[in-house]
Each structure stands twice: as C-alpha cells, then as structure tokens.
C-alpha cells in the first residue's frame, strides 16, 4: 500500500497544477469570446449609426 500512496503523491502535484492551469486558459478563452462578442455588436450599432454597409 505503501508503493500506491507514494505514486499517488507524486502524482497529485501535476494533476492539480494541470487542472488549474486548464480551468485559467477556459476562463481566459471564454472571456476573450465574450469580448469580442461585445466588440463586434458596438462596431456594427457604429457602422449602423454612420450608414456603413455591415462587416459580413
């Protein structure tokens, strides 16, 4: 048992440090998304306001 313990506190470390670097970039990736989101509908309520054709 003591073999197992030793592997999985070896383990844990990386596979923690892995997760929280996974749920950071989703967080960074999804944030990024929005903004942009948001960007695109301010530039198009702008073009749409000076008579611009849309970006399409």
Known sequence: MNVW???IWALAPTVLV????WWVMAAIVRAD????????????EERAKRGLPSKS
Do not use: D, H, N, P
């Open 33 to 44: 998304r929005t903004e942009r989101k948001a960007y695109a509908k301010i530039e198009a």
């Open 5 to 7: 313990a030793g592997i």
């Open 18 to 21: 892995g997760l929280v670097f």
